[in-house]
């Protein structure tokens, strides 16, 4: 196990053999191959890498482009008086990684892989799901490496603080909102289709779709055409779908009062299932992992875990964990969950890059938008969407359904 690795095929041989559950040490440039102790946490190839000399050289991105960004994301922190200064990885390059922990090392994921990922964010009522979720938006929307597109699934009308910094000015993210009372462009529960065709027209621009003036069978009707349109005409590159309060629609057991609700799971199904081809991903938010469908249950790669209490939850935490985490890991996940702080969560991920975090979630650099209203709210000022965004998404909603005459 002494044996230095030769530079070459070195990133792909780490690689390989991380997930045979080996470990490495840095010495200089090089990494030193070693045993894992038992229960010790896997390592991820992208973090060992942040920060080496080596790993530079073999990245195309511009290092003065990460460096200007995460200065900027820096000094924006330091202005909002964010916390832990000396704790968010200051020292460290992080290599324009989606950075969503303090310290930023406890918690930095690559932006390409994230992108298409299926995940699942977990808590009981109000323990900052949709919170982690914005945190995860605002790190793709200011990633310097890659812009990944977004759409905001947002039934309850809080993901709009990601356009206002928490003084009332207005954030430097561009979103194009449909529906709510700040959209740009308002919506009915018919322009589904219609909003999927604007999201694909402005790739790379992000999207929020504010459902919260619209009753809950018109969302269902809604997310059911605006799923089967994005599935059938995304064009194969990365694409985020965040759905928040998933179990509305594509729920275990489907609500008698709603027509539309089979087929938004059904739809929902097949853009979670197949749109991993397209590039496709998504971040399914709700507060018990039972009441979502099996199916879609059955396909996630990655998993935030924040506070849970319920038996029941923990029961099928359990089973949904079981794909991708081993026994120890397991264990301390369940044991731990119902004891977790606000704002601490677990990410788990299987597959072929296996990692296991407990982390802090970082501050929200934008609006706490989902904070309990404790008095008068306030008009923030809201970014605006780029220009030609809108006029694009104006064009599309100017046409006539189809198959009816202008
Ligand atoms: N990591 C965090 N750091 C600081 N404050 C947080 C954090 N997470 C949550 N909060 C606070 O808790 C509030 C509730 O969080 P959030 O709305 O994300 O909960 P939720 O789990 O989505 O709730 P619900 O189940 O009602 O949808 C936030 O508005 C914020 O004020
Ligand atoms: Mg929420």
Redesign the pocket.
């Known amino acids: 196990m002494d044996k230095l690795l030769p530079h070459g095929e070195w990133v792909a041989a780490m690689r390989s053999l991380l997930m045979r559950g080996y470990g490495f040490a840095r010495v200089g440039n090089s990494f030193k191959l070693r045993m894992l102790a038992s229960g010790e946490e896997t390592q991820d190839v992208l973090l060992l890498l942040a920060g080496v000399e080596l790993a530079n050289e073999q990245t195309s991105v511009s290092s003065t482009s990460m460096r200007t960004e995460r200065q900027t994301i820096l000094s924006l922190d330091e202005e909002l008086g964010s916390e832990g200064g000396e704790d968010r990885g200051d020292k460290e390059d992080l290599s324009g990684g989606l950075v969503l922990s303090v310290p930023a090392e406890n918690l930095t994921l690559s932006p390409a892989s994230y992108a298409t990922t299926t995940g699942i964010i977990l ?1 009981k ?8 979720g914005m945190v995860l938006a605002e790190e793709m929307l200011s990633c310097s490496t890659m812009k990944v597109p977004l759409v905001i699934l947002d039934p309850m009308g ?1 993901w709009g603080g990601l356009c206002s910094m928490e003084d009332g000015s207005p954030s430097p993210y561009h979103i194009l909102r449909f529906g709510g009372v700040y959209a740009n462009l308002p919506i009915t529960s018919k322009d589904g289709a219609k909003v999927a065709e604007v999201v694909n027209a402005i790739r790379p621009h992000a999207v929020q779709v504010d459902m919260s003036l619209l009753a809950p069978v018109e969302q269902h009707e809604f997310v059911a055409d605006f799923s089967s349109h994005l599935y059938a005409t995304s064009p194969k590159s990365p694409l985020h779908v965040f759905i928040d309060e998933a179990d509305e629609f594509a729920p275990e057991r489907l609500s008698a009062a709603s027509s539309h609700q089979k087929r938004s799971l059904e739809n929902l199904d097949r853009l979670v299932r197949r749109g991993r081809g397209k590039g496709i991903g998504t971040t399914i938010i709700t ?1 018990r992992p039972a009441v979502i469908n099996k199916n879609i249950r059955s396909q996630f790669e990655c998993m935030w875990l924040l506070n849970m209490v319920d038996p029941r939850d923990l029961l099928a935490v359990e089973e949904l964990l079981r794909r991708l985490v081993t026994a120890p890991q397991l264990k301390e996940c369940i044991d731990c969950i119902p004891a977790l702080l ?2 601490h969560s677990y990410f788990v991920q299987g597959g072929f890059s296996p990692k296991f975090r407990k982390f802090k ?1 970082r ?1 929200k650099r934008t609006l ?1 938008s ?2 309990t209203p404790d008095g008068m709210p306030k008009v923030p000022l809201l970014s605006q969407p780029l220009s030609e965004a809108l006029a694009t998404a104006q064009s599309v909603f100017s046409k006539s359904p189809a198959g009816e005459p202008s």
């Open positions: 808590a009522k109000h323990s900052g799901k949709t919170y982690l809080v507060q606000p704002g979630v501050k706490d989902s904070k």
